[in-house]
């Protein structure tokens, strides 16, 4: 399954994950007299029968020791109340101890070991989904082998969240 997201890009403070069905094998789908004649509901069906390999739902932020923090949603939408995007929210908000956002918190602060904007962090956030895929570590630390090194992400992070 993992092998299906390869990329975590940043558009518009909304993440979208890039799927390769390529790497398991679908290539194309070619259409049966049925889904000719009724493309629409040939169509649902066949979206149902693909949504194993559908984007989850809730993409997410753990932070501390064990990542057992919650550190918000990464792809809600940002009027959602545990949107990272949402300003007022806990998760959105600079002075928030739970944020991302707070330059001197433990999760967005340049010095601390748990920060995505941490240079030296070993323990930063990390980005799972809802069915418990790990994505990578959200950090500047881009020695660490877990770091997300998409340069969408980093950009993202030094120039909106790390400031």
């Given at each position: ?81 545990d949107s990272i995007f949402n300003q007022v929210s806990p998760y959105g908000s600079s002075i928030s101890q739970q944020s991302i956002y707070n330059t001197i918190g433990p ?57």
């Open positions: 399954m993992q092998a299906l997201f390869k990329t975590i890009a940043l558009c518009s403070g909304i993440i979208f994950l890039q799927n390769s069905f390529a790497n398991i094998g679908v290539t194309s789908f070619p259409m049966s007299s049925f889904e000719q004649t009724n493309p629409v509901l040939a169509g649902m069906i066949r979206a149902q029968e693909m949504n194993q390999y559908m984007l989850p739902s809730k993409i997410m932020i753990f932070g501390g020791n064990n990542h057992n923090v919650y550190l918000g949603c990464f792809n809600c939408s940002n009027i959602a109340p999760y967005g602060s340049e010095v601390s070991d748990l920060s995505a904007c941490s240079e030296l962090a070993q323990h930063p956030p990390i980005i799972v989904d809802n069915r418990g895929n790990f994505y990578g570590s959200l950090t500047l630390n881009n020695i660490l082998p877990t770091a997300i090194k998409s340069p969408q992400i980093i950009e993202w992070l030094e120039r909106n969240v790390c400031t």
